[in-house]
């Protein structure tokens, strides 16, 4: 099987190290994101500093927008800034693979999907329209 080089998004979350742990055997690089203003624990997290890790890259953060409830189908300032940066770390370190491990960042991934497909990165998530399905309790109750 050929190894890859995987990027494991927002390292803050606790899922992001069992992502990290469980891809490791898979991966010629490990690469990780981060939101680096994310408070006095932010540099304290498992997968940001985890051996299993080969680099690790600050972004700014997309999660405002989803916070306040703003779903749209265009990239707001903010979440264009954070698709612009994870671009430049697929650039960089060759990404083949990107994992996001927090439902803020699966929500701007999805609907950026082609733009990264087109730099050969696949993201396993489902298409925008059927994500903001599965991240939308009501829209679910909806469905």
């Known amino acids: 099987m ?18 990290i742990r469980a891809l490791r055997p898979h991966a ?9 203003k994310g408070g006095v624990l ?9 051996r299993l890790v ?4 600050p ?7 989803w916070q306040a409830g703003n779903v749209r189908a265009e990239n707001s300032p903010e979440e264009e800034a954070y698709v612009r940066a994870m671009l430049d770390i697929c650039d960089a370190e060759s ?12 929500y701007v ?3 950026n999907k082609e733009r990264f497909a087109a730099k050969g990165v696949t993201i396993p998530v489902p ?8 991240l939308d309790k009501y829209r679910t109750v909806q469905a």
């Open 2 to 19: 050929k190894k890859r080089n995987i990027l494991v998004t927002n390292v803050h979350a606790q899922q992001a190290y069992a992502t």
């Open 28 to 36: 010629d690089r490990m690469i990780v994101s981060f939101y680096p």
């Open 42 to 50: 932010s540099g304290m997290s498992h997968g940001a500093y985890s």
């Open 54 to 57: 080969d680099k690790r890259y």
């Open 59 to 65: 972004v700014p953060s997309p999660v405002k927008d």
């Open 95 to 106: 990404i083949d693979v990107i994992y996001p491990s927090w439902d803020p960042d699966v």
């Open 109 to 111: 991934l999805s609907k």
């Open 127 to 134: 298409d925008f329209d059927v994500n903001l399905i599965a």
